[in-house]
């Protein structure tokens, strides 16, 4: 996979996380600059999960998103569409759930879980508003979604430092300590071409969502976006 674009074929975005599966964790915190783990505590917190309930976490690779629900009681279930990775986060965390399927056509019944999170991955869905349509029809009536994706620093200055970055010094970064450096390259166009703040949270209400609302974190570079599946009348 050359350039990134908004189509995407699945089998080879699977085959590009299936390869840097067994460093990908390292890499990123590398890569963010330690912020990863920073923005998923984040997360775990908008998603506000307590014992009792069950959690949808997609794109969940490895599991390191998956592993704080897990650790505090929490039924998680952690589904990605690269078995590599998953086959990673497996030998690491064999008490956890983890389960292949893709966003588009999840492989749960209708109202399974209390809430669903997906970070860092509806980017790399070949199809996003069927993903968030597919997240909804899984999410119980009342329940949660909570989705975090790179997205468009605020400050104009900040942008142009920040794009290059992504296209310059992160693939530099990138040859020196990741087994495909080409991948990061195609991750790195990948948040170019995402739409930002605004144009997300219109996905999310135009696929059914309600409550919808954003955080933006370290400047905008990523965006905490929250929602809500109507109550049942």
Same mark, same amino acid.
């Given at each position: ?13 699977? &085959? ?8 990908? $964790?390292?890499?990123?915190?590398? #890569?963010?600059? !330690?912020?990863? +783990? @920073? ?30 629900? &897990? ?8 589904? $990605?569409?690269?078995?590599?990775? #998953?086959?990673? !986060?497996?030998? +690491? @965390? ?140």
């Amino acid at each position: 996979m050359n350039r990134a674009s908004l189509e995407k074929r699945p089998e080879e975005v699977a &085959a590009m996380f299936d390869d840097v599966a067994p460093k990908y $964790d390292i890499v990123n915190d590398i #890569l963010s600059l !330690g912020q990863t +783990r @920073r923005w998923r505590r984040i997360v775990v917190d908008a998603v506000g999960a307590v014992p009792g309930q069950r959690v949808l976490d997609l794109a969940a690779g490895t599991g390191t998103s998956s592993e704080p629900y &897990a650790d505090a009681g929490v039924d998680v279930v952690a589904c $990605d569409f690269s078995v590599g990775m #998953l086959k990673v !986060g497996k030998r +690491r @965390r064999p008490d956890i759930d983890f389960v292949a399927g893709d966003a588009t056509n999840l492989p749960f019944a209708d109202d399974s879980f209390d809430a669903t999170t997906i970070s860092f991955g509806l980017r790399n869905v070949i199809d996003p508003k069927k993903a968030l349509r597919e997240m909804l029809r899984v999410t119980k009536p009342g329940g949660k979604l909570v989705v975090a994706e790179f997205s468009h620093p605020t400050l104009t200055l900040f942008r142009t430092v920040y794009t290059e970055y992504l296209m310059r010094a992160l693939p530099s970064i990138a040859t020196k300590v990741a087994s495909n450096p080409a991948a990061y390259v195609y991750l790195a166009e990948s948040i170019r071409a995402w739409p930002n703040q605004e144009q997300l949270s219109a996905w999310l209400s135009e696929s059914g969502w309600e409550t919808v609302a954003y955080r933006n974190l370290t400047g905008g570079i990523v965006a905490v976006h929250r929602a809500t599946k109507a109550a049942a009348s």
